[in-house]
C-alpha cells in the first residue's frame, strides 16, 4: 500500500492561514503530520488555527504572525514554531500577492513594482534562508514553493506578478542544485493556472468563478500536488517546476 508517509513529520506552511497555504496545512494535519503555519493578519492566523484544530482535534496545530518580507518577524515565527512542533521536515512557501493587475507597463510605479517582488520573491528568500538550519536536521525534508503558470506565459497588464513567478521558476531550480547534493533537501514549485481562492477573487475583482468558460483549479486540487511532491516516495524529484494548466502550456497556435 502506497501513503504519503508524512505521518510524524512536521510540516510549516508560511502564507499557510487562508488558500493553497491553508488547504496544505489541512491535507498535512489529515495526513497525521505536526503542522506550523505563519500568517501575516493575526485574526485570520487565529481562524485558521481553530479550523485546523477543530477538523483535526488530535493534530498538533501552532501558528505564529510574521511579514514574510520582513526578516526579523519572520525568523522570530519561524523559531518559535520550529520550537514548539520539535523540529521542521518540510516547508512549504505559499504567501503571495497579486499586485495591481491591467496597467501597463508605463502606468506600473517602481514601489507597486518592487510591493510584489518583496512579497513574492523576497519573501521565499527569507523563508528558505530561515529554515535551512533546521532542514538540515529534517527526515527526507523538503522545501515546496507555489509558483504560477504565469511564471512560463503572460497576458497584459500582469507585469509585476509575471515577473515574480518567473523569478520563482529559476530560484526552484538554483536551490534545488545548492541544497540537494550536500545537505538531502529537495526543492520544487508547483505553479497552477486560476486557482479558486480568496487573492485570486480579489485580484480578478469577481465574487465567484461558477460558470466562467475556463478552467479553475481548486486549493485542494493544488495542495494534493504539494503533499506529493513532499512525500519521500517522489525521491527522485527535485528542482522541478510542475505546471498544474490544464494542458494549456503544451498547446501550439498551429490552426489544426
Not at 504567501?95 to 523576497?122: K, M, P, T, Y
Not at 528568500?125 to 525534508?141: E, I, M, N, Q
Not at 481548486?218 to 525521491?235: F, K, Q, R
Request: hydrophobic letters at 45%; a negative charge; glycine letters at 12%.
Amino acid at each position: 500500500m502506497i501513503t504519503l508517509g508524512i505521518t510524524g513529520r512536521n510540516v510549516l506552511v508560511a502564507g499557510g492561514t487562508s488558500g493553497i497555504g491553508l488547504a496544505v496545512a489541512e491535507g498535512a494535519a489529515g495526513e497525521g503530520a505536526g503542522v506550523g503555519i505563519i500568517g501575516r493578519s493575526p485574526e485570520r492566523l487565529q481562524n485558521a488555527l481553530t479550523s485546523l484544530r477543530t477538523a483535526h482535534p488530535g493534530a498538533k496545530v501552532v501558528g505564529a504572525t510574521a511579514d514574510v518580507s520582513d526578516e526579523a518577524s519572520l525568523n522570530a515565527a519561524i523559531e518559535q514554531i520550529t520550537a514548539e512542533l520539535g523540529g521542521l521536515d518540510h516547508v512549504v512557501s505559499s504567501a503571495g500577492i497579486a499586485g495591481l493587475l491591467g496597467q501597463e507597463v508605463d502606468e506600473v510605479a517602481a514601489d507597486e513594482f518592487l510591493d510584489v517582488q518583496r512579497v513574492n520573491v523576497l519573501g521565499p528568500f527569507l523563508t528558505a534562508k530561515a529554515v535551512l538550519p533546521h532542514l538540515k536536521k529534517g527526515t527526507a525534508p523538503t522545501f515546496t514553493l507555489i509558483g504560477s503558470d504565469s511564471g512560463f506565459v503572460a497576458v497584459p497588464g500582469m507585469l509585476a506578478y509575471n515577473a515574480s513567478k518567473g523569478a520563482i521558476v529559476q530560484f526552484t531550480r538554483a536551490l534545488s542544485v545548492e541544497l540537494h547534493a550536500p545537505h538531502g533537501i529537495r526543492v520544487n514549485s508547483v505553479c497552477p493556472s486560476i486557482v479558486d481562492t480568496p487573492l485570486a477573487r480579489e485580484a480578478m475583482e469577481i465574487e465567484s468563478f461558477e460558470g466562467v468558460d475556463y478552467p479553475v483549479s481548486t486549493a485542494e486540487h493544488i495542495a494534493w500536488l504539494v503533499l506529493s511532491l513532499m512525500s519521500p516516495n517522489s525521491i527522485a524529484v527535485n528542482g522541478v517546476s510542475l505546471v498544474a494548466d490544464y494542458g494549456f502550456h503544451a498547446r501550439s497556435n498551429f490552426p489544426a
